[in-house]
């Protein structure tokens, strides 16, 4: 199994500083905290990141996930989604499937990840949480979507492969309200 943490966006909602390395009220910031509870359930992860963006690469890297830069065409994010996907096919641990994560989610709790990954070493074709009747992230899916999930392009990211196959999703209730909070505001900041 591998954890994806997707964290190549341009965060135009948050305004001129990068919102993933905003500290949240507990210290730390959005990117570590996500990636640290990505790890935690999944200790084989990556982390897609824009080029530019070295000091966020180095954050991410020293969190313990291995850390690839998209190119300026796959800033988009299921083009990003598609990159990391292909990056991960040269480690063994992608042959179980993915977990995809956003960077902007560090409330998810890790126990929701793991139990993702759980499902999916199970047999699930594809996994979403869900926090009382609502859906959420982090996504599992197996890897025999992995072909589809590197033909992704442009803003909508897997949600195409969630409407193509509903019969193939296993909904996984959860509580935990991470899976919905993710930061787009400044005002998100504050939980």
Same mark, same amino acid.
């Given at each position: 199994?591998?954890?994806?943490?997707?964290?190549?966006?341009?965060?135009?909602?948050?305004?001129?500083?990068?919102?993933?390395?905003?500290?949240?009220?507990?210290?730390?910031?959005?990117?570590?905290?996500? @990636?640290?509870? &990505?790890?935690? +359930? %999944?200790? $084989? =992860?990556? /982390?897609?990141?824009?080029?530019?963006?070295?000091?966020?690469?180095?954050?991410?890297?020293?969190?313990?996930?291995?850390?690839?830069?998209?190119?300026?065409?796959?800033?988009?994010? @299921?083009?990003? &989604?598609?990159? +990391? %996907?292909? $990056? =991960?096919? /040269?480690?063994?641990?992608?042959?179980?499937?993915?977990?995809?994560?956003?960077?902007?989610?560090?409330?998810?709790?890790?126990?929701?990840?793991?139990?993702?990954?759980?499902?999916?070493?199970?047999?699930?074709?594809?996994?979403?949480?869900?926090?009382?009747?609502?859906?959420?992230?982090?996504?599992?899916?197996?890897?025999?979507?992995?072909?589809?999930?590197?033909?992704?392009?442009?803003?909508?990211?897997?949600?195409?492969?969630?409407?193509?196959?509903?019969?193939?999703?296993?909904?996984?209730?959860?509580?935990?309200?991470?899976?919905?909070?993710?930061?787009?505001?400044?005002?998100?900041?504050?939980?």
């Amino acid at each position: 199994m591998i954890g994806i943490l997707l964290a190549a966006g341009f965060s135009r909602r948050f305004g001129a500083s990068n919102k993933l390395l905003q500290v949240l009220p507990e210290g730390s910031p959005i990117a570590q905290a996500s @990636a640290k509870r &990505l790890i935690e +359930a %999944i200790p $084989f =992860s990556i /982390a897609i990141v824009r080029p530019e963006n070295k000091v966020l690469a180095q954050l991410l890297q020293d969190a313990g996930l291995k850390v690839f830069f998209c190119t300026e065409q796959e800033t988009e994010m @299921a083009d990003s &989604l598609s990159a +990391a %996907i292909k $990056f =991960s096919a /040269a480690f063994s641990e992608s042959s179980d499937g993915f977990v995809i994560a956003l960077a902007d989610m560090p409330y998810i709790d890790s126990k929701t990840t793991a139990a993702i990954a759980s499902k999916l070493s199970e047999g699930a074709s594809i996994v979403v949480p869900t926090y009382q009747g609502k859906r959420g992230h982090p996504v599992g899916f197996s890897a025999k979507f992995r072909a589809e999930l590197e033909s992704l392009h442009g803003d909508e990211g897997a949600r195409s492969i969630l409407k193509r196959y509903p019969e193939e999703i296993i909904f996984l209730e959860c509580d935990d309200s991470g899976i919905l909070a993710d930061i787009d505001t400044p005002a998100d900041l504050i939980l």
